[in-house]
């Protein structure tokens, strides 16, 4: 599979992309979708069907509209170079260059892999948050694909999950723990990535060859992380800022380049300096200083009315230098 995609590899780089619409993947809560949702209607044709996974279904409507329902995980599809199906390719394999729209229902738990590699004509996405897991390759070179919400529930983003997608940003939720190899590598719009907390490993060029790249933030977790994760090359603009105090195992020297700013926990500044891989980028590595709760807090007292009677119960504006007063209900003597 490694050699096959291999070549495919060389082939994507040699291919023109060029754009003309921005696509997008969304995210729904209920199973409420009874048909596909860009145009086709209770009478849409049903070009084909069959089954994608044991107890998973799926539906290709005349408008190319493609359903995914049922319950549990799809099948995980193999790549194959000539237009002939094969049993372990995906069903609607021939028809991907047509496929508009993919409509996943609610129930369905994994997104197969290879299922939608090279849908060129993708335009929306529909992902329920029962889908746990994508598997590598699912997007690969889906040439417009611009904005990806991806479900909260999802716990790893597979390797070349999204790679050679154009996407403008990324959403990465709280579930995730890992992001896989080349998972989004040469998402060239891409210019500011956040991996959250959770995320515990970033693998191999993840990021590699999103040559517009320009700031991205590593949630404090991270344990780990890969070979040549961000560009190599014209990175002297781009920002890595570590949140941990505690330096991640790098694969090597090459995980970063040697152009970018790397900004570190002030307090652990010299524990980076000194760590394996890390020091080799001293040059690169700054402090910043980071507040693990409230620093301060400023806050102004309202101003408050002052009421002021004298003992006959009689409002006056001023205390006079002798006298017994009630200010503000307690007894002042003057």
């Given at each position: ?194 991996i959250p907390n ?81 020091k080799d980028h ?35 504006t001023d205390i ?15």
């Amino acid at each position: 599979m490694k050699r096959l995609f291999g070549i495919l590899t060389v082939m994507l780089c040699a291919t023109s992309m060029s754009y003309a619409q921005a696509d997008e993947i969304v995210t729904v809560k209920t199973s409420d979708i009874e048909m596909p949702l860009n145009g086709a209607a209770a009478n849409g044709k049903v070009i084909k069907s069959g089954y994608c996974g044991e107890n998973v279904k799926y539906e290709l409507y005349d408008d190319y509209t493609l359903r995914i329902y049922g319950n549990g995980t799809m099948r995980d599809f193999e790549l194959w170079f000539n237009e002939e199906l094969q049993p372990t390719s995906a069903p609607w394999f021939k028809e991907r260059e047509k496929i508009g729209t993919v409509v996943i229902d609610n129930g369905v738990t994994h997104i197969g892999e290879n299922s939608f590699f090279s849908c060129s004509s993708l335009t929306k996405v529909t992902i329920p948050n029962s889908v746990t897991s994508i598997g590598s390759v699912a997007f690969s070179d889906c040439s417009s694909l611009a904005h990806i919400t991806i479900p909260n529930g999802v716990a790893s983003i597979e390797s070349y999950t999204f790679e050679y997608c154009p996407l403008t940003e990324i959403a990465i939720p709280n579930s995730v723990m890992s992001i896989g190899e080349r998972a989004f590598r040469a998402c060239t719009p891409l210019t500011k990535i956040t991996i959250p907390n959770s995320v515990t490993s970033i693998e191999d060029c993840a990021f590699e060859d999103c040559d517009n790249l320009k700031y991205i933030i590593i949630g404090k977790n991270v344990t780990k992380i890969g070979d040549r994760i961000v560009p190599q090359t014209g990175d002297d603009g781009l920002v890595i800022e570590i949140t941990s105090e505690t330096p991640a195992a790098l694969s090597n020297v090459e995980a970063f380049g040697f152009l970018c700013t790397i900004y570190v926990p002030e307090n652990a500044l010299e524990t980076y300096l000194n760590a394996k891989f890390w020091k080799d980028h001293a040059d690169q590595i700054k402090p910043k200083k980071y507040t693990t709760g409230i620093g301060s807090i400023s806050c102004e007292q309202s101003e408050k009315k002052t009421t002021i009677y004298d003992l006959q119960g009689h409002k006056v504006t001023d205390i006079q230098p002798h006298g017994i007063y009630i200010v503000n209900g307690k007894k002042v003597m003057k």
